[in-house]
Nanobody, 124 residues
Framework: QVQLVESGGGLVQAGGSLRLSCAASGRTISDSAMGWFRQAPGKDREFVATINWIGSATYYADSVKGRFTISRDNDKNTVFLQMNSLKPEDTAVYYC?????????????????WGQGTQVTVSS
């Protein structure tokens, strides 16, 4: 069983940047795609970004494309989400998750291990 711990969230002004980290323990994540999701108050959890098992391919939600970058360091068993040009509508709890397979996936049901989340708040 893998444990995921997100960090790097916080309060930032619109236009600012944050870098989220997701550290995995318990087993290697190098054979799995990874994803970031977010959930704003009163809304469903939604897909943000995903990266394949070796980091050679990524895919983003339209709402973050060009502003967010997902990456991974398999030697450190860690995944990152660089968030630039943040907007108030990016405010949410951000979760990382381990996919069931190696390929890019966007549905919540394609992931079977989740972290506890880290709060990102963007002020206007």
């Amino acid at each position: 069983q893998v444990q995921l711990v997100e960090s790097g969230g916080g309060l930032v002004q619109a236009g600012g940047s944050l870098r989220l980290s997701c550290a995995a323990s318990g087993r290697t994540i190098s054979d799995s795609a990874m994803g970031w999701f977010r959930q704003a108050p009163g809304k469903d959890r939604e897909f943000v970004a995903t990266i394949n098992w070796i980091g050679s391919a990524t895919y983003y939600a339209d709402s973050v494309k060009g502003r967010f970058t997902i990456s991974r360091d398999n030697d450190k068993n860690t995944v990152f989400l660089q968030m630039n040009s943040l907007k108030p509508e990016d405010t949410a709890v951000y979760y990382c998750a381990v996919a069931k397979i190696r390929l890019l996936k966007t549905r919540l049901s394609d992931y079977d291990s989740w972290g506890q989340g880290t709060q990102v708040t963007v002020s206007s």
